[in-house]
């Protein structure tokens, strides 16, 4: 039939529709052409392909039946419903349409194994096993006609002669994997562990690419000692196909959970990121490896591309935000929090680690904000309250709110009384703004007999001792907060040079604060101290 412009336009706008995913839209297009033509085989077939894709078969079985009436020569269409039957479970109808399709098409073997599928459900062990035979008769004896016939036997529990008859196919078809395959599959299912182990040795020797082989063998190589051996066989599996992305992921949490490093590691990881680029998984076990190495901006690198395939997975943003804040990242840090909080708005950690980082870059009313806002979330965890109220200290302190400064970190350490961390901070703060210096003294006193080495806690130390004029003892402070002669803490550096003025050795003291502006030193004071050789208190 020759169809009209309309016919034409509905069609190919249905086709379009079809392609771009838009299905209701596509069918309602189909629809308006068999209101056009009703014997059109070709709008019935799209609309069975469109009901298929969304899985609704039963409407999918009638366009299909529908088109291969309407053109009975259609083989496509034919073979189409006769496996539409079968995910039917109309097993009757379909061994009818694959017998007329075997008359047209005696040699198509996935008509036979469709056919054998039927006969299997139905339990109609005869005419299953004579239309293998015919199958054999014209197609010579292979390999897939053994293991069809073998399922054929197992679906009707002759489970013996079906063994029997992949046994006699692997005399025939020496080396054929998938002979052995299908008798692993049959041992390991049915508990015959002993029986399958001693085939995957030889399937893993004839298709040393088999990717689930290498994995079951490894495991059971590992179960039974052979440790040599499994890893290899382990490791080979993650680099070939069929073991799944978790299957391999489990592998490498394996290896890495070893007490020594594996030496393949890297390459493992590696691969991985590369085969799974678009995963976040391959990424975030890529950033466990280095990090576990100590590469710490290799790590970071991995955990970042993780969270652009994902960004949904807290526990990659928590590791990135950890190690951002540890090695003082705090640009990089206040931004990747503040995009971990729009994915994660109730977690506190997130807030509590943006607003320090806002605060080390001293934007101190966005640290404020942000810290109040992320208290409120913190639940059951009494250090992190005290160590946000600490920062939310710090910011008020940077903000010149001196009493709503002190107000802060008591209220943080009676959250957490014992938090070296928080008296650190808040003596510190009292020395900086010489306020009530014998307080700071008796709260880094207690900091410092719990951790008598912290660096940071003997800076501090020193620091109140030479706000209050105890220039030597202050001294010995700072020299034993900055260890090494060549200290990269920039505070600390500069307070050596302080003190050193201070102490009447001008030479040494510029040498120091030359070396805290090197290492980039923020106190505005710090350049008129070495061109004017004379201390002026510190401006940040």
């Given at each position: 039939?020759?169809?009209?412009?309309?016919?034409?336009?509905?069609?190919?706008?249905?086709?379009?529709?079809?392609?771009?995913?838009?299905?209701?839209?596509?069918?309602?297009?189909?629809?308006?052409?068999?209101?056009?033509?009703?014997?059109?085989?070709?709008?019935?077939?799209?609309?069975?392909?469109?009901?298929?894709?969304?899985?609704?078969?039963?409407?999918?079985?009638?366009?299909?039946?529908?088109?291969?009436?309407?053109?009975?020569?259609?083989?496509?269409?034919?073979?189409?419903?006769?496996?539409?039957?079968?995910?039917?479970?109309?097993?009757?109808?379909?061994?009818?349409?694959?017998?007329?399709?075997?008359?047209?098409?005696?040699?198509?073997?996935?008509?036979?194994?469709?056919?054998?599928?039927?006969?299997?459900?139905?339990?109609?062990?005869?005419?299953?096993?004579?239309?293998?035979?015919?199958?054999?008769?014209?197609?010579?004896?292979?390999?897939?006609?053994?293991?069809?016939?073998?399922?054929?036997?197992?679906?009707?529990?002759?489970?013996?002669?079906a063994i029997q008859v992949l046994k006699n196919?692997?005399?025939?078809?020496?080396?054929?994997?998938?002979?052995?395959?299908?008798?692993?599959?049959?041992?390991?299912?049915?508990?015959?562990?002993?029986?399958?182990?001693?085939?995957?040795?030889?399937?893993?020797?004839?298709?040393?690419?088999?990717?689930?082989?290498?994995?079951?063998?490894?495991?059971?190589?590992?179960?039974?000692?052979?440790?040599?051996?499994?890893?290899?066989?382990?490791?080979?599996?993650?680099?070939?196909?069929?073991?799944?992305?978790?299957?391999?992921?489990?592998?490498?949490m394996a290896l890495q959970g070893q007490e020594?490093?594996?030496?393949?590691?890297?390459?493992?990881?590696?691969?991985?990121?590369?085969?799974?680029?678009?995963?976040?998984?391959?990424?975030?076990?890529?950033?466990?490896?280095?990090?576990?190495?100590?590469?710490?901006?290799?790590?970071?690198?991995?955990?970042?591309?993780?969270?652009?395939?994902?960004?949904?997975?807290?526990?990659?943003?928590?590791?990135?935000?950890?190690?951002?804040?540890?090695?003082?990242?705090?640009d990089s840090l206040a931004v990747d929090a503040?995009?971990?909080?729009?994915?994660?708005?109730?977690?506190?950690?997130?807030?509590?680690?943006?607003?320090?980082?806002?605060?080390?870059?001293?934007?101190?009313?966005?640290?404020?904000?942000?810290?109040?806002?992320?208290?409120?979330?913190?639940?059951?965890?009494?250090?992190?309250?005290?160590?946000?109220?600490?920062?939310?200290?710090?910011?008020?302190?940077?903000?010149?709110?001196?009493?709503?400064?002190?107000?802060?970190?008591?209220?943080?350490?009676?959250?957490?009384?014992?938090?070296?961390?928080?008296?650190?901070?808040?003596?510190?703060?009292?020395?900086?703004?010489?306020?009530?210096?014998?307080?700071?003294?008796?709260?880094?006193?207690?900091?410092?007999?719990?951790?008598?080495?912290?660096?940071?806690?003997?800076?501090?130390?020193?620091?109140?001792?030479?706000?209050?004029?105890?220039?030597?003892?202050?001294?010995?402070?700072?020299?034993?907060?900055?260890?090494?002669?060549?200290?990269?803490?920039?505070?600390?550096?500069?307070?050596?040079?302080?003190?050193?003025?201070?102490?009447?050795?001008?030479?040494?003291?510029?040498?120091?604060?030359?070396?805290?502006?090197?290492?980039?030193?923020?106190?505005?004071?710090?350049?008129?101290?070495?061109?004017?050789?004379?201390?002026?208190?510190?401006?940040?």
């Amino acid at each position: 039939m020759v169809h009209d412009a309309a016919y034409i336009r509905s069609f190919h706008e249905g086709v379009r529709l079809k392609l771009n995913g838009q299905n209701q839209e596509a069918i309602d297009k189909f629809n308006a052409c068999l209101l056009i033509d009703q014997k059109d085989d070709a709008a019935h077939f799209a609309l069975a392909q469109i009901y298929l894709n969304q899985e609704n078969l039963d409407q999918a079985a009638v366009h299909t039946l529908k088109a291969s009436e309407l053109d009975p020569k259609n083989e496509h269409y034919q073979s189409e419903l006769a496996f539409m039957y079968v995910e039917l479970k109309r097993f009757q109808e379909a061994t009818s349409v694959f017998d007329k399709l075997l008359k047209k098409a005696p040699n198509n073997q996935s008509y036979y194994a469709g056919a054998a599928e039927c006969y299997a459900k139905m339990g109609d062990a005869k005419k299953g096993l004579d239309l293998l035979s015919r199958m054999e008769n014209n197609l010579g004896a292979n390999p897939g006609i053994s293991i069809e016939r073998f399922k054929l036997l197992v679906s009707l529990h002759r489970d013996e002669e079906a063994i029997q008859v992949l046994k006699n196919a692997k005399k025939k078809f020496t080396g054929e994997p998938m002979i052995i395959a299908n008798l692993v599959d049959y041992y390991m299912q049915s508990k015959r562990f002993q029986e399958g182990f001693d085939l995957l040795k030889e399937l893993v020797a004839v298709d040393p690419n088999n990717g689930m082989a290498l994995l079951m063998l490894g495991d059971m190589q590992m179960q039974s000692g052979d440790t040599k051996n499994g890893l290899q066989n382990l490791k080979a599996a993650i680099k070939s196909d069929g073991p799944s992305i978790d299957q391999k992921m489990n592998i490498l949490m394996a290896l890495q959970g070893q007490e020594v490093m594996d030496p393949d590691m890297e390459s493992l990881v590696l691969y991985m990121r590369t085969k799974y680029p678009k995963q976040a998984k391959a990424h975030s076990i890529t950033g466990d490896y280095y990090f576990k190495v100590n590469q710490i901006v290799e790590a970071l690198a991995a955990y970042k591309a993780a969270v652009r395939c994902d960004p949904n997975v807290y526990p990659i943003w928590n590791q990135i935000l950890l190690l951002e804040y540890q090695f003082q990242q705090f640009d990089s840090l206040a931004v990747d929090a503040e995009k971990c909080s729009s994915f994660f708005p109730t977690q506190a950690l997130p807030y509590f680690l943006q607003g320090t980082a806002l605060n080390q870059q001293r934007k101190f009313e966005q640290a404020l904000s942000i810290l109040q806002t992320g208290f409120d979330y913190i639940l059951k965890d009494a250090d992190l309250q005290a160590e946000c109220q600490g920062q939310i200290g710090e910011a008020e302190f940077g903000l010149n709110h001196t009493k709503e400064g002190i107000a802060a970190y008591e209220k943080a350490l009676k959250l957490s009384v014992k938090n070296t961390f928080v008296k650190n901070n808040y003596a510190y703060q009292l020395a900086f703004h010489e306020l009530d210096l014998e307080k700071a003294i008796q709260i880094i006193d207690e900091a410092l007999k719990e951790l008598p080495n912290e660096g940071r806690y003997l800076d501090t130390k020193g620091l109140i001792l030479f706000q209050q004029g105890k220039y030597a003892e202050a001294k010995s402070y700072f020299e034993r907060a900055c260890g090494a002669k060549e200290s990269t803490d920039k505070t600390c550096v500069e307070h050596l040079g302080d003190v050193q003025f201070k102490l009447g050795k001008v030479d040494e003291a510029i040498v120091y604060w030359l070396r805290a502006k090197e290492l980039g030193s923020a106190n505005k004071t710090l350049n008129e101290k070495i061109t004017q050789k004379k201390y002026a208190k510190p401006v940040y």
